[in-house]
T-cell receptor, first 112, second 112 residues
Framework: QQQVKQSPQSLIVQKGGIPIINCAYE??????FPWYQQFPGKGPALLIA?????SEKKEGRFTISFNKSAKQFSLHIMDSQPGDSATYFC???????????FGAGTQVVVTP | DTGVSQDPRHKITKRGQNVTFRCDPI?????LYWYRQTLGQGPEFLTY????????KSRLLSDRFSAERPKGSFSTLEIQRTEQGDSAMYLC??????????FGEGSRLTVL
């Protein structure tokens, strides 16, 4: 049973566009929500993370929006660049930050 | 390079053979994790160590799988009597006790 559901499976945007990836979770005990970026042949790398006491967090061009009541969170990539083309995973965990439940991933392609 | 390193990067084996993967974490990290990632899916938690103690194992870790971290430094993941369904990327990650997870580049297993 997938505890974190991610959508869409893939998306294509033009350079400068704002890809938006959505995730939903069921377990209200989750208290840590990171996003990872993965390039082909590489391991996932932490992009940005949020705790449920905050509704929004920005780091550079990446923004997480968090809706605790709806049990949903999303990633926005502002002013997207071709170098942002990668697979993005949302994840969630409770207590121990390292035991993560990952979504299925979203392949983002940013065209020039 | 002081990141998480994994060896080998790619292993091709015949069904029924045993394989072993090695992970060298970031030196000051006391937690070490193993995840499995199949094509088009997010990583799935397998097990984790705090120092040399294996604290949790997923139901995904069948009896054919064994992981060790003998001196609290590097770790090995052995798969006995491999099956085609074991084909996946095996990811190692490390962290401080409550900190960001750093992933290695993974060991890809292909079982023929």
């Amino acid at each position: 049973q997938q505890q974190v559901k991610q959508s869409p499976q893939s998306l294509i945007v033009q350079k400068g566009g704002i890809p938006i990836i959505n995730c939903a979770y069921e377990n209200t005990a989750f208290d840590y929500f990171p996003w990872y970026q993965q390039f082909p042949g590489k391991g996932p790398a932490l992009l940005i993370a949020i705790r449920p006491d905050v509704s929004e967090k920005k780091e550079g061009r990446f923004t997480i929006s968090f809706n605790k009541s709806a049990k949903q969170f999303s990633l926005h990539i502002m002013d997207s660049q071709p170098g942002d083309s990668a697979t993005y995973f949302c994840a969630a965990s409770k207590g121990s930050w390292g035991k993560l439940q990952f979504g299925a991933g979203t392949q983002v392609v940013v065209t020039p | 390079d002081t990141g998480v390193s994994q060896d080998p990067r790619h292993k091709i084996t015949k069904r029924g053979q045993n394989v072993t993967f090695r992970c060298d974490p970031i030196s000051e990290h006391n937690r070490l994790y193993w995840y499995r990632q199949t094509l088009g899916q997010g990583p799935e938690f397998l097990t984790y160590f705090q120092n040399e103690a294996q604290l949790e194992k997923s139901r995904l870790l069948s009896d054919r799988f064994s992981a060790e971290r003998p001196k609290g430094s590097f770790s090995t993941l052995e798969i006995q009597r491999t099956e085609q369904g074991d084909s996946a990327m095996y990811l190692c990650a490390s962290s401080l006790e409550l900190g960001e997870l750093f992933f290695g580049e993974g060991s890809r297993l292909t079982v023929l």
